[in-house]
């Protein structure tokens, strides 16, 4: 730059003490700067009687000082050009000074560059009727700008070359059409409201609009700054808009995330009431209406329905809940069989989520139709399921499209498993609690599990001891074999497909125990089903099976399920029995009847000497030494005593507990 010579002087209104721009202007040409902080702008100019200065500077980049500060000096000073040189600079700041009438717009740049403009508006102060918004756009320029009459057209157009490569057309095409020609209808009467209220109450307004792009749609927000002149006669806007479709979609994506965490907690509310309704539900059917009716009544969904497995590995449609009364009614008239989804639930264990049910072919076309007419969107079909047994499936629809996320799956699953695990549970306690139950004895023929196939081998007879399950839900069993030496039952265990695990407990000569943990065993399918085993009995390949359940029972369902193990399964008795009812002292007196008085006394020497506790209080050695015998005789007082209390508790049930 050139020194300019103007023997003027410069108002430099800043906030700071040391101004860059100051030195640059007094050094690139002979002004004069007289720098004033803007709480005593007014003060200052009215006060300098004589010497008012040639220009006024203002650098601030606040909206709010430059708005104030340009209002006082304009009443000050009629004639001086006023210039807005913000350090910074921003579109806000481009605003204010275009409403508060700036002579010039100094966008942010170096120092030098800034006073060369200064100096330039001071040498020819003469501007037009439209060069105030011209300067500004072109200095303070967003993605895109344009001058804008009341009536909608585009007088002028400034679009930065990025902003322009999304045009479907050249954006110098904008002049002379309108925004009715350039957006859709209902976008163009939108855009076209916010410009004539920013006319109408003189104030800038901000919109959020589309359109359409080389890049697709992309979302804009325009700020309309009304032009205190007219331009042709007519009044004007300058329209800023920025593209902002990066920070929309993330804002999408924080709400719906928002959305998402709202629904998952009202889910787990709605899965955790429902599992504190079912700890005290008194049967199965009251289980699985509450389960529906708890669902729909969280308003998440609008329907639920649950369905058994059937003996023969089918379903069928037990009970629903819901304001989807189309589709509740094609369901419960829907063959088992075409239920793609729910048999595919039972089969793998696993839950099946269909997005789109109206449109999804695996669902029959009766419930697809069904779904139309209900508003349906989406379905979850979770397995209800406990320890390797499932009972059925429960069934969730809903008219939400952004339904059963993977957290929201995770919720279905706990709810299918406690579900699963509160309906064996109250099978159970029913048979715990009944003082008459229903005694079923079964027989099996042809079965290829291990005991079956080691009888038909070695013409040998099993018996089953106990059988209980693992953490995991796998089944293991202990099994005595008469006919046949451990180390041979053994290798067959080791060598048959349908054990895990198995080791010897007892052998002799031909008779052993075995325990061996089993993939799978009708001996799970009795238990899940409530039952008790009293007895199991196999020889030469078939097995007698006595197991007791409540008296209110399904034995039809018991005897299905055991056939779905064991196609060849035949209920060959049913007859009710009556539990004796025993008091807790004849219980004692009973298991205390059956011990020695060396036994007892072991026993009771042992527990209140803290031998049983952890860490021990008393070894071996000194509770023998104390009963003055010596520790072997002492631990075989012990074991024996332990037996026969045990014994008692585990024998009368003869089977699982």
Request: overall charge negative; hydrophobic content about 35%.
């Amino acid at each position: 730059m050139q020194d300019v010579t103007i023997d003027a002087t410069v108002a430099l209104i800043t906030e700071s003490a040391e101004s860059e721009l100051s030195t640059a202007l007094e050094t690139t040409s002979s002004l004069r700067v007289r720098t004033i902080p803007p709480d005593r702008a007014l003060e200052s100019l009215r006060g300098a009687a004589g010497e008012e200065p040639a220009a006024v500077v203002l650098a601030s980049d606040r909206p709010a000082t430059i708005r104030s500060v340009l209002d006082g000096v304009q009443s000050a000073l009629q004639v001086a050009p006023v210039v807005v040189a913000p350090p910074e600079g921003s579109e806000r700041a481009a605003a204010a000074a275009l409403r508060a009438g700036a002579t010039e717009y100094v966008a942010a740049d170096d120092p030098e560059s800034k006073a060369s403009r200064i100096v330039e508006v001071i040498a020819d102060p003469s501007i037009g009727e439209s060069a105030v918004y011209h300067r500004i756009l072109a200095n303070e320029l967003p993605d895109e700008a344009f001058v804008i009459d009341e009536d909608g057209t585009y007088l002028e157009s400034k679009v930065r070359p990025e902003a322009a490569a999304l045009y479907t057309a050249p954006a110098d095409g904008l002049v002379g059409r309108t925004l009715e020609s350039v957006f859709p209808e209902d976008v163009a009467e939108r855009l076209q409201s916010s410009l004539e209220r920013a006319i109408e109450t003189d104030a800038t307004q901000s919109i959020e609009y589309g359109a359409d792009t080389t890049e697709g749609r992309r979302r804009y927000e325009a700020r309309i700054v009304p032009i205190d002149g007219r331009i042709g006669g007519q009044r004007a806007v300058v329209w800023l808009a920025r593209d902002i479709t990066e920070r929309a979609e993330r804002e999408r994506e924080l709400q719906s995330r928002r959305e998402q965490l709202e629904t998952v907690n009202r889910i787990n509310q709605v899965v955790r009431q429902v599992i504190e309704t079912l700890v005290e539900a008194p049967t199965q059917g009251t289980i699985e209406r509450k389960v529906c009716e708890q669902l729909v009544e969280s308003e998440l969904y609008c329907g639920a329905w649950i369905a058994e497995r059937t003996g023969e590995g089918e379903l069928a449609y037990r009970i629903g809940d819901g304001t989807a009364r189309n589709y509740l009614e094609a369901v419960e008239n829907c063959d088992p069989r075409d239920q793609r989804p729910a048999q595919r639930a039972v089969t793998t264990g696993e839950i099946q989520s269909i997005d789109d049910v109206p449109g999804d072919e695996s669902v029959p076309e009766e419930i697809r139709e069904a779904a139309r007419a209900d508003g349906i969107d989406a379905a979850v079909v979770v397995p209800i399921v406990h320890g390797g047994t499932t009972y059925g499936v429960l069934a969730v629809v809903s008219n939400r499209n952004d339904t059963f996320s993977e957290s929201e799956r995770s919720g279905f699953e706990l709810l299918g498993e406690t579900t699963g695990f509160t309906i064996s549970a109250v099978k159970n306690r029913q048979l715990l609690f009944s003082d008459t139950v229903l005694e079923l004895e079964f027989r099996i023929d042809d079965g290829d599990s291990f005991s079956f196939d080691l009888t038909r081998e070695y013409d040998c007879r099993i018996s089953m001891e106990w059988a209980g399950s693992t953490a995991d839900g796998r089944i293991f069993q202990y099994l005595t074999v008469d006919g046949l030496d451990g180390e041979t039952a053994l290798e067959e265990a080791e060598n048959h497909d349908s054990i895990e695990e198995c080791r010897l407990i007892y052998d002799g000569p031909d008779r052993c125990t075995l325990e061996i943990r089993l993939r799978d065993s009708g001996v799970q399918t009795l238990f899940h089903h409530g039952a008790t085993i009293r007895d199991i009995v196999v020889e030469d390949g078939s097995a007698s099976v006595l197991v007791e359940v409540p008296r209110d029972a399904d034995v039809r369902e018991v005897a299905e399920a055991l056939k779905y193990v064991y196609e060849e399964t035949e209920l060959e008795a049913r007859r009710e029995v009556d539990h004796p009812v025993r008091t807790a002292a004849e219980r004692r007196d009973d298991v205390l009847g059956r011990l020695t008085e060396r036994q007892l006394a072991t026993l009771r020497r042992a527990y209140y000497s803290g031998f049983f506790d952890w860490p021990r209080e008393s070894t071996g050695e000194e509770i023998a030494e104390a009963m003055e015998v010596s520790p072997p005789t002492m631990h075989q007082h012990l074991r024996k005593g332990l037996k026969t209390v045990l014994g008692e508790l585990f024998e009368e049930s003869d089977g699982a507990i």
